[in-house]
């Protein structure tokens, strides 16, 4: 199987990376998911389907293996954050320009996040 590229582990300037889930096909590695990610997946407790007998994230989101960044289908945030002179903006991956778009910004990354989720009522994580 492929290693991580750097795209893979470190976002870029504008808060863009790929998605490092492994993909397989017919039992085989067959790369990485490399859709747009926007950083690692928030942390969240995670509680044993007695049903199953899987541990399943307590937000049900997804559970499986990500080595670093992960795309929003796996678990990864919902927004992006880049930095902007001495502060953070949030934007969500529809975002245009700051007045086409909903934006927020913060002295941290957290805070714009929370920011832009208080802004819009979506969630951003």
Known sequence: ??????HHSQLDEM??????VPMWSGG??????DKPAFGV???SPMRMNYCSGQMNREDMRYAGHVPALACPGHGGP????FADGDAYCAVFP???NIQ????A??????AARAELATLTGRTTA
Do not use: Y
Not at 1 to 6: G, R, V
Not at 100 to 103: D, G, P, R, V
């Open 15 to 20: 808060g863009f990376g790929k998605c490092s």
């Open 100 to 103: 086409e778009s909903a934006c």
């Open 28 to 33: 085989c590695p067959s790369g990485f998911c």
């Open 94 to 96: 529809d975002f245009i």
């Open 105 to 110: 910004f913060a002295a941290t990354p957290e």
């Open 41 to 43: 997946p928030p942390h």
């Open 78 to 81: 919902r927004s992006r954050v």
């Open 1 to 6: 199987m492929s290693t991580l590229n750097q």
